[in-house]
């Protein structure tokens, strides 16, 4: 059973630090101060239409903020992003090029499926939108066993990143306008299992923690691959967020029918207790590189440990995974004081801003810990601020009545 007196303490700590600054939630605080820095709109610094797989991280926690609160102006917001990179004959605006075959702008794609179902128009600009990334699937190059390329310029690589990216689009699609086509759902399928097979660490590892690497080159000759599988050679807590979120987010759309399901409610249920057990013991957060805890110049990572946060709070609600003591949800707790308390800094203006955040995490160079450490962290990275949002919206789902 779930350990409730303390939880509920713990809940009530955290409300009374909201109500300190005069907000009542952290979801809505991180939202409203992002909008109020015009993050997440579709355009860039320079006012111009991107393609951006971080607004589309942040327009899927502003549509369930929308759905949680009924205030339109998430409904607006996400709408005046998606108008501003998608014209109204349905061409996608910007940086996006479908022959480039990069799986990061597909992440607008939910939004775009959203929308187009809100408009009650089958020939909506919408879903000419999602028709072209559909388009790019097709023809995506992939390795010799299925599994797409996470860019035209890393032959053969698949990164953890890259299914938060395009599959949850893959799937949304496909459940919206072709459920019943098996052999897309069971490609969705092969994505996910094809990365966990090449990618999750063996017990003879090094500095194993039974987690998955940030990527792997199935041909074997970036100069990082394992000689095993071409796997990198560490676990970065960002890329494992991105594909946890996933998981929980892909059982929401895929039919439980299709065999697909079970095996990856499977990744998810071996996943969730070793990503719980890799929180450092004090603070609850994850490091940055999760196979050095530690190590001097390593550090605990803000859009990682929300990402988590985030899934294993899902993971539990919607019972994929059975909390039976109650420690994966003290767990994430915990988690969420430490970002309340370190990484949440309140404006004069009245906003938000969010800390600690890494820019960057590639597998273009060494993929190893001396590469990661050294990339620079960012205020307000709208890659942890909307991770944060997503946290806070499940953090506030809990069901105790304080």
Not at 38 to 63: C, K, M, T
């Amino acid at each position: 059973m779930v350990k409730l007196p303390s939880l509920a303490v713990s809940l009530l700590c955290i409300c009374k630090m909201a109500i300190a600054t005069g907000r009542t939630s952290y979801a809505v605080w991180a939202a409203d101060s992002a909008i109020a820095r015009r993050q997440g709109n579709g355009l860039d610094a320079n006012e111009n239409p991107i393609v951006s797989y971080e607004h589309g991280e942040f327009q899927w926690g502003l549509r369930q903020l929308y759905e949680r609160t009924g205030n339109t102006t998430y409904f607006d917001y996400i709408k005046q992003g998606i108008d501003n990179i998608v014209f109204s004959n349905g061409t996608v605006h910007g940086s996006y090029v479908l022959t480039d075959y990069v799986l990061d702008p597909l992440r607008t794609g939910p939004t775009m499926i959203y929308l187009h179902g809100l408009t009650q128009n089958k020939t909506s600009k919408y879903k000419i939108a999602a028709d072209t990334f559909r388009s790019q699937l097709d023809s995506h190059p992939r390795t010799t066993q299925g599994q797409f390329w996470h860019k035209l310029k890393y032959p053969n690589q698949g990164w953890l990143d890259g299914i938060y990216m395009g599959e949850i689009f893959y799937a949304s699609y496909t459940s919206t306008f072709q459920l019943s086509n098996d052999t897309a759902w069971d490609d969705i399928t092969n994505q996910f299992v094809l990365m966990f097979q090449n990618t999750i660490q063996n017990a003879t590892a090094p500095n194993n923690t039974g987690l998955m690497y940030h990527g792997y080159d199935h041909s074997g000759v970036a100069p990082w691959a394992s000689a095993d599988r071409g796997h990198s050679p560490e676990v970065w807590d960002r890329a494992l967020g991105w594909y946890s979120m996933a998981l929980v987010d892909i059982l929401d759309i895929m039919p439980q029918s299709h065999p697909g399901y079970s095996r990856i409610l499977s990744i998810l249920q071996l996943l969730v207790p070793r990503i719980q057990k890799a929180a450092d013991p004090t603070s609850g957060a994850w490091w940055l590189v999760m196979t050095q805890p530690g190590r001097t110049k390593n550090y605990f990572e803000s859009s990682g440990t929300a990402m988590f946060v985030y899934a294993l709070l899902k993971a539990v609600r919607l019972g994929h995974v059975y909390d039976e003591d109650g420690s994966i949800l003290l767990s994430a707790r915990k988690a969420y004081e430490y970002m309340v308390n370190n990484w949440v800094v309140v404006n004069p203006d009245g906003t938000m801003n969010w800390l600690n955040t890494v820019i960057v995490g590639s597998l273009d160079t060494t993929g190893d810990f001396d590469y990661y450490v050294s990339q620079v962290t960012d205020v307000n990275d709208l890659k942890g601020v909307a991770a944060f949002l997503l946290a806070s919206l499940e953090f506030e789902r809990l069901p105790i009545s304080l």
